[in-house]
């Protein structure tokens, strides 16, 4: 999974053959998650689209891959990108395409979701702004609701939960962050979240060397999941 690559910091095309061909490698795997991105300054490094025109090129691109992955020559005309008669091969194995994960929670980020992907892919466990349970169920029934609005069915919308899990101790009082705290508190907000709609649990292990996170990973394995129902 890419989990959230930002769509307009690289050429589409190039981008829609590299994501075929890792889709052709790994067997029909991948899953690619897409946002629009947040920092300007990135953009300008990049010489990307202009930042305040992210989300049009965003939604343009990612009918770019559409294309290409699924028409063997395609042609677009679009007001950010266009090319003809362009074969981009190897064409993917999932078919009609590897699914699309739309990153974020913000309204636009829900419009997307509901317009062009095939699950929704927030970041959950952001120290920042945590979702926690009672503002995610709302996000949750206004996606199904936007589906629905698209002609979709929303049963069929993926929906992922991307969270840090952080040292295994006890933690207590409402400060504590969603899938912190003991192995117990941690199982409990597996199970709370997939009462919501989560589908797809996206666990990042990320420590300040590889050695705690691999620690973290063997934690996990040994004292969380072997413990859930």
């Not at 042609?75 to 064409?91: N, R």
């Not at 997307?112 to 349970?133: E, M, Q, S, T």
């Not at 962050?177 to 409990?188: A, V, Y």
Request: aromatic residues 8%; charged residues 20%; hydrophobic residues 40%.
């Amino acid at each position: 999974m890419t989990s959230v690559m930002i769509l307009s910091y690289r050429n589409p095309v190039f981008t829609a053959k590299a994501l075929a061909t890792i889709d052709v490698l790994s067997s029909g795997r991948l899953t690619v998650g897409v946002g629009v991105g947040w920092l300007r300054e990135e953009f300008e490094a990049l010489a990307a689209p202009p930042f305040k025109e992210r989300g049009a090129v965003s939604d343009e691109y990612l009918r770019i891959f559409k294309t290409l992955w699924t028409t063997v020559p395609a042609s677009f005309t679009g007001e950010h990108y266009s090319f003809a008669d362009v074969q981009c091969l190897p064409v993917p194995v999932q078919k009609p395409h590897p699914p699309i994960w739309i990153g974020g929670h913000s309204p636009a980020a829900l419009r997307r979701a509901a317009r062009h992907g095939d699950g929704w892919h927030p970041v959950g466990g952001n120290p920042a702004v945590p979702l926690r349970p009672l503002p995610f169920a709302a996000l949750v029934a206004e996606l199904r609701r936007l589906c629905e609005a698209e002609g979709r069915d929303p049963d069929a919308m993926a929906i992922s939960f991307k969270a840090p899990v952080y040292d295994t101790v006890a933690v207590g009082g409402s400060d504590r962050l969603p899938f912190s705290g003991t192995p117990g508190q941690i199982r409990d907000d597996v199970e709370t979240y997939a009462k919501l709609g989560v589908s797809e649990l996206v666990i990042d292990f990320r420590s300040a060397d590889l050695l705690a996170s691999l620690e973290r990973m063997e934690r996990f394995a040994t004292d969380i999941m072997r413990g859930a129902r």
